[in-house]
Each structure stands twice: as C-alpha cells, then as structure tokens.
C-alpha cells in the first residue's frame, strides 16, 4: 500500500501540545496550513528528543562561519506560540522519526510514521518506517524551529511535580514516597 504523505513545506502553525492533566496528557505534534491541520499523537519521551535534538542542530548551524542561515540563537519574540492546540482529530500514532537538516531551505525537517497496525498473516508489528502506511513531513524555518524547541521544552516539563525525596512523579491524590535503598 502506498504511503500517505501529509506534507507542510512552510506551516503557519507547528507546535506540540497537551490534552489531559499531567500525569495522563496525551502529547501531539500538530501542524496547521491554511484550512489544513494535522495532529499526531506522540510520547512525552519523543516529544523531549525532539527538541532536544532541534536545538542541537540550530546550534550547530550558528557555530558555521558567518552563519549563513541567519539562525537565531533563542526564540524570536514574534514567534512564541503559547495558544492552546487547535481542534484535534488524532490522524495517527507515532512510531518512528527522523529529523534532518535542508541547507537548500534553511529549514528543519521533521518526519513522523505511523504505527502501522498488527499484520494478521504473521501476527508482527512494523514500529513505523518506510513501510509506514502514514507519515507526517514537516518542514521549518529556523527561527520557527527554535520557537518549537522552547514551547516543546516547556510542555514536557509542565508535568507532574518530583518529589524531593524519592525523585519519582508526585500525583495529584498524593504520593507514597520510595526512598533510594529502601
């Protein structure tokens, strides 16, 4: 079966974004262009690499001589995006992502596949890839990229509050603290 390419060359919006309390968020990447929106559901884990992986291209990209892709070293005021996700319609689950560089642009490259489903003949499971039947390819500017890698950063880090103690997550019905070597 062919692949079904969602395709984003320059979004007006992408961003990651939360729905559910901490501790039970479900996380989505969700990109919009015009009318056109896109919504994937991800990990917080992927979500955090993500971003952490985009900054370290950026600032990469500024050690270049005379930084000809004119690559912001932090987010640029006018494209803070604090606003909620837009209407979500989960398109696909996650599996597999790739994350590159196009000097040609001076862009971000994202690709995200979709879990594709258990196949009943041999009864395995493709993580995503290229034979994903579903796949999200984004494409960013620079300063676009790092304004995603803050807002990323800061929704992975909204989560549920660590315990001083133990170090583990502290829910909101409270805790039973495991101490180290206990």
Known sequence: MPTRVHEFAWPDRVVVGTIGLPGARTFYLQVRAGTQVVSIALEKQQSALLAEKIVEILDQLITVEGNPFSVPTSTPIELVDNDQLEAVQEQFRTGSMSLG??????????????????????????????????????????????????????????????????????????????????
């Open 101 to 182: 560089w196009d000097p040609t642009t001076a862009q971000v490259v994202i690709e995200a596949y979709a879990i594709a489903d258990v196949d009943a003949d041999d009864e395995s499971l493709d993580e995503g890839g290229a034979d994903a039947a579903e796949m999200l390819l984004v494409r960013m500017p620079v300063g676009t990229a790092r304004a995603f890698a803050k807002r990323t950063r800061e929704i992975v880090g909204a989560g549920r509050p660590t315990c001083p103690l133990c170090g583990y997550p502290m829910d909101a019905n409270g805790h039973t603290c495991t101490l180290p070597g206990a």
